[in-house]
């Protein structure tokens, strides 16, 4: 390609020296020009890398009973299903499969040692359990379309209230079906699951979860150590440790995740927690489209790869240290009110929680009383916390009038 170019410079060469020196020159570029870009073209072309989507398979798994997955903020959680002697039968839908639930007469049965027991069936066009009432139970393996399966468990409870106008007991059963499993998988070496929050049995953007990375350790009262996992709502991105996604495609059914690898700017976003707190914290970003997970704790990282943007902290769920007053409560966190953390591209940015905390109440006086409502306790970022009390560690509450403090009792929140 190149002989032949340099031999029509040359031609035109030659052209150029009969139509004159003003004339050729500017014809001389032209023709330069255009050599160089035919050679430079095939070049650039070569260098050009095509991002092809990444297609991460998932596989259902039964949930592990040392393992709670928690629902994303602002799901809609599975409604109760109420029995009595009138209405033995319920209905509700799992992947389009018709459930019906029917209890078991009498509603309340006494077993030979005294212990209260009650009973359901569940039955589908093809399946049919039996699930006990006021006792644990495996979960049940339900064969949806396809064959696929879903696992669901659940717990209930019966009781006895006493009519207000016959004053009679009424016999009542009450239960919740969860699900039981998630959908597992991996984004090169980072664990993710599919949560189905409102149990319908399918797995869609605006009502599910997701969850990324490993489940944080909480500290508990007793030797056995619970693990959560918390579901962040579907964004149009994700974080992981090998990188950040775009969500191009979530199949219905679980069973597969299509995935485009971010190429824009990025940035480092770090969550300090409470000194030896353990747990998760979620934090959200509208306008870079993303959600993100930071586990905390002894063994945890706490610095994940975020889009430049304003975060704001969306659920927390920690656990106070091993040896204080209050562990084995928990403690949740609502950003609902904090100012966004502006994280620029290239920058790294780290969010605070924790002290120094400021309780902000409404008192009045009523009868003689101090009523104190709906206490907040604020943290340094505007975190908002809850539940960071227990029973033996509640905040004392002190009148002060002319500089005299009077010990008015503790105070429960959250």
């Given at each position: 390609?190149?002989?032949?170019?340099?031999?029509?410079?040359?031609?035109?060469?030659?052209?150029?020296?009969?139509?004159?020196?003003?004339?050729?020159?500017?014809?001389?570029?032209?023709?330069?020009?255009?050599?160089?870009?035919?050679?430079?073209?095939?070049?650039?072309?070569?260098?050009?890398?095509?991002?092809?989507?990444?297609?991460?398979?998932?596989?259902?798994?039964?949930?592990?009973?040392?393992?709670?997955?928690?629902?994303?903020?602002?799901?809609?959680?599975?409604?109760?299903?109420?029995?009595?002697?009138?209405?033995?039968?319920?209905?509700?839908?799992?992947?389009?499969?018709?459930?019906?639930?029917?209890?078991?007469?009498?509603?309340?049965?006494?077993?030979?040692?005294?212990?209260?027991?009650?009973?359901?069936?569940?039955?589908?066009?093809?399946?049919?359990?039996?699930?006990?009432?006021?006792?644990?139970?495996?979960?049940?393996?339900?064969?949806?379309?396809?064959?696929?399966?879903?696992?669901?468990?659940?717990?209930?409870?019966?009781?006895?209230?006493?009519?207000?106008?016959?004053?009679?007991?009424?016999?009542?059963?009450?239960?919740?079906?969860?699900?039981?499993?998630?959908?597992?998988?991996?984004?090169?070496?980072?664990?993710?699951?599919?949560?189905?929050?409102?149990?319908?049995g399918f797995y869609t953007s605006d009502e599910d979860g997701i969850v990324v990375g490993p489940p944080a350790e909480l500290f508990a009262r007793t030797s056995v150590m619970p693990?959560?996992?918390?579901?962040?709502?579907?964004?149009?991105?994700?974080?992981?440790?090998?990188?950040?996604?775009?969500?191009?495609?979530?199949?219905?059914?679980?069973?597969?995740?299509?995935?485009?690898?971010?190429?824009?700017?990025?940035?480092?976003?770090?969550?300090?927690?409470?000194?030896?707190?353990?747990?998760?914290?979620?934090?959200?970003?509208?306008d870079a489209g993303l959600n993100v997970t930071v586990t905390v704790g002894d063994k945890a990282s706490e610095s994940v790869a975020v889009i430049p943007g304003g975060y704001t902290?969306?659920?927390?769920?920690?656990?106070?240290?091993?040896?204080?007053?209050?562990?084995?409560?928990?403690?949740?966190?609502?950003?609902?009110?904090?100012?966004?953390?502006?994280?620029?591209?290239?920058?790294?940015?780290?969010?605070?929680?924790?002290?120094?905390?400021?309780?902000?109440?409404?008192?009045?006086?009523?009868?003689?009383?101090?009523?104190?409502?709906?206490?907040?306790?604020?943290?340094?970022?505007?975190?908002?916390?809850?539940?960071?009390?227990?029973?033996?560690?509640?905040?004392?509450?002190?009148?002060?009038?002319?500089?005299?403090?009077?010990?008015?009792?503790?105070?429960?929140?959250?």
């Amino acid at each position: 390609m190149m002989r032949v170019a340099w031999s029509l410079v040359m031609a035109i060469r030659g052209l150029g020296v009969h139509c004159g020196g003003i004339l050729m020159c500017h014809f001389r570029r032209a023709v330069f020009l255009g050599v160089v870009m035919a050679v430079a073209l095939p070049s650039c072309a070569e260098k050009a890398v095509k991002v092809e989507p990444i297609k991460v398979p998932l596989v259902t798994t039964a949930i592990s009973k040392d393992i709670a997955y928690l629902p994303p903020l602002g799901a809609k959680s599975p409604k109760w299903l109420d029995f009595n002697e009138e209405n033995p039968t319920k209905k509700f839908s799992l992947g389009g499969i018709e459930c019906v639930v029917t209890v078991e007469m009498p509603i309340i049965q006494i077993s030979n040692d005294g212990q209260v027991l009650g009973k359901l069936l569940l039955k589908t066009p093809s399946q049919a359990f039996t699930f006990n009432l006021n006792v644990d139970n495996k979960p049940m393996e339900f064969t949806l379309d396809n064959g696929r399966k879903y696992f669901l468990g659940g717990y209930g409870y019966t009781s006895s209230p006493t009519n207000s106008k016959t004053m009679k007991e009424i016999a009542t059963a009450s239960v919740r079906f969860e699900p039981a499993g998630v959908q597992i998988g991996k984004i090169g070496q980072s664990p993710i699951a599919l949560f189905d929050a409102n149990r319908d049995g399918f797995y869609t953007s605006d009502e599910d979860g997701i969850v990324v990375g490993p489940p944080a350790e909480l500290f508990a009262r007793t030797s056995v150590m619970p693990n959560i996992s918390i579901a962040q709502p579907f964004s149009k991105y994700i974080s992981t440790s090998d990188g950040i996604f775009e969500i191009r495609n979530l199949a219905k059914d679980g069973s597969e995740l299509t995935l485009l690898p971010y190429r824009g700017a990025s940035a480092t976003l770090e969550v300090v927690a409470p000194p030896r707190y353990a747990g998760q914290i979620v934090l959200t970003s509208a306008d870079a489209g993303l959600n993100v997970t930071v586990t905390v704790g002894d063994k945890a990282s706490e610095s994940v790869a975020v889009i430049p943007g304003g975060y704001t902290v969306l659920a927390t769920m920690l656990s106070p240290p091993k040896d204080s007053q209050a562990v084995g409560s928990w403690v949740r966190v609502s950003g609902a009110e904090m100012s966004a953390l502006k994280v620029e591209a290239g920058a790294k940015r780290v969010l605070v929680l924790g002290g120094p905390k400021v309780l902000e109440f409404q008192a009045t006086l009523v009868d003689g009383k101090v009523v104190i409502k709906t206490p907040n306790l604020k943290g340094e970022a505007g975190e908002t916390y809850q539940g960071v009390y227990d029973s033996k560690n509640q905040p004392e509450v002190y009148l002060n009038v002319d500089g005299k403090p009077t010990l008015l009792g503790k105070m429960e929140f959250g």
